[in-house]
């Protein structure tokens, strides 16, 4: 039987609050490189997925999802040629 | 000296375009940030789900065992980066035939092996520094408790510097053995990841590059005379796979 108590969630509040500003530096990481990825997914044409797919996996998968593809999605300019 | 100025200019501008310096920096230095805060944030979310012994576990956290686990999760996360954003290194300047104009303009094959080699050893090593550091910062002001000094950060950094030019080297002798770097990368995890298993063997660890991991973690005793022979032997890895790619691009077919 699980008990949480209106003192533990207070407690848990507080502590997240305390740690607020260290997640600063994440949450910008993270954000920018979402918004850096989908950028270039626009700016590029796609390989392996359609764009749509991508888009979905940069939005969806934090932080490995616009890293997959910044190594594999964005199509190599030689195999554009 | 002209091809490796000229390559390592070519990396620089290359690594940028193809977003490989961000890829390298958030696969380091991102999980440097995350997980002093992960440590200190799930025991509280998790504290009335889990057992009461657990519990307790993830309670006893010190700036030694916080450390520690990054240093695991480094390895963990870092290689796998690492291992498929250079895994094309030498084989996609082959199959996309990208040496034909460089060659025939007179380019050394060692100013291009090893421009390649040291601008990506010396872009690893300051993200790692970097890491390194910033996970002390975040450490000291989360956890207590522990012997964590920045001088021991930067001794197991180096170690970590160390051992992944070694698996840079693996990584590049195989890159331009094989056509697709995919194999090579996964090749370069696998061989990775099975190595740790022998830092269980005291016999044969100190002469395996793996045990610059084990004795990075080791807070309090990095440096001592067990490492001697394990730094030996990973400089000489490095120069021969060096110089066995050098030889291997020497011979290769470009056009």
Same mark, same amino acid.
């Given at each position: 039987?699980?008990?949480?108590?209106?003192?533990?969630?207070?407690?848990?509040?507080?502590?997240?609050?305390?740690?607020?500003?260290?997640?600063?530096?994440?949450?910008?990481? @993270?954000?920018?490189?979402?918004?850096?990825?989908?950028? @270039?997914?626009?700016?590029?044409?796609?390989?392996?997925?359609?764009?749509?797919?991508?888009?979905?996996?940069?939005?969806?998968?934090?932080?490995?999802?616009?890293?997959?593809?910044?190594?594999?999605?964005?199509?190599?300019?030689?195999?554009?040629? | 000296?002209?091809?490796?100025?000229?390559?390592?200019?070519?990396?620089?501008?290359?690594?940028?375009?193809?977003?490989?310096?961000?890829?390298?920096?958030?696969?380091?230095?991102?999980?440097?940030?995350?997980?002093?805060?992960?440590?200190?944030?799930?025991?509280?979310?998790?504290?009335?789900?889990?057992?009461?012994?657990?519990?307790?576990?993830?309670?006893?956290?010190?700036?030694?065992?916080?450390?520690?686990?990054?240093?695991?999760?480094?390895? @963990?996360?870092?290689?796998?980066?690492?291992?498929?954003?250079?895994?094309?290194?030498?084989?996609?300047?082959?199959?996309?035939?990208?040496?034909?104009?460089?060659?025939?303009?007179?380019?050394?094959?060692?100013?291009?092996?090893?421009?390649?080699?040291?601008?990506?050893?010396?872009?690893?090593?300051?993200?790692?520094?970097?890491?390194?550091?910033?996970?002390?910062? #975040?450490?000291?002001?989360?956890?207590?408790?522990?012997?964590?000094?920045?001088?021991?950060?930067?001794?197991?950094?180096?170690?970590?510097?160390?051992?992944?030019?070694?698996?840079?080297?693996?990584?590049?002798?195989?890159?331009?053995?094989?056509?697709?770097?995919?194999?090579?990368?996964?090749?370069?995890?696998?061989?990775?990841?099975?190595?740790?298993?022998?830092? @269980?063997?005291?016999?044969?660890?100190?002469?395996?590059?793996?045990?610059?991991?084990?004795?990075?973690?080791?807070?309090? #005793?990095?440096?001592?005379?067990?490492?001697?022979?394990?730094?030996?032997?990973?400089?000489?890895?490095?120069?021969?796979?060096?110089?066995?790619?050098?030889?291997?691009?020497?011979?290769?077919?470009?056009?």
């Amino acid at each position: 039987m699980i008990h949480i108590t209106v003192i533990d969630i207070n407690f848990i509040i507080t502590e997240i609050l305390r740690l607020l500003p260290f997640f600063i530096p994440i949450i910008i990481i @993270q954000y920018g490189l979402m918004i850096f990825a989908l950028v @270039q997914l626009f700016k590029n044409e796609a390989a392996y997925l359609p764009k749509w797919g991508w888009a979905l996996i940069i939005i969806f998968i934090n932080i490995i999802g616009p890293v997959v593809f910044l190594i594999i999605g964005k199509k190599k300019e030689i195999e554009n040629d | 000296m002209k091809s490796f100025k000229a390559y390592f200019k070519k990396e620089i501008l290359e690594s940028v375009r193809t977003n490989k310096y961000l890829i390298l920096f958030i696969g380091i230095v991102f999980w440097a940030l995350l997980d002093p805060l992960m440590l200190k944030l799930l025991p509280l979310l998790m504290k009335n789900y889990l057992p009461p012994d657990i519990a307790v576990m993830f309670s006893t956290f010190t700036r030694d065992t916080a450390f520690q686990t990054f240093l695991n999760d480094l390895f @963990q996360i870092g290689t796998l980066f690492i291992a498929f954003t250079l895994m094309g290194l030498l084989s996609n300047e082959v199959s996309l035939k990208k040496l034909v104009f460089p060659y025939s303009r007179g380019a050394n094959p060692a100013g291009v092996v090893l421009a390649k080699y040291i601008h990506y050893t010396v872009t690893i090593s300051l993200f790692i520094l970097i890491a390194f550091l910033t996970n002390y910062f #975040y450490i000291n002001r989360l956890f207590t408790g522990g012997i964590l000094s920045i001088e021991i950060v930067l001794k197991s950094s180096l170690l970590y510097m160390l051992y992944y030019s070694v698996l840079l080297s693996i990584l590049l002798y195989l890159s331009s053995l094989l056509k697709r770097g995919i194999i090579a990368g996964i090749t370069v995890l696998v061989l990775g990841y099975t190595l740790s298993i022998f830092n @269980q063997f005291k016999v044969v660890r100190a002469y395996l590059p793996n045990y610059l991991l084990l004795k990075a973690a080791d807070i309090g #005793y990095i440096f001592d005379n067990s490492l001697i022979s394990t730094v030996i032997i990973s400089f000489c890895i490095i120069i021969l796979l060096v110089f066995f790619s050098i030889l291997r691009m020497k011979k290769i077919d470009v056009a």
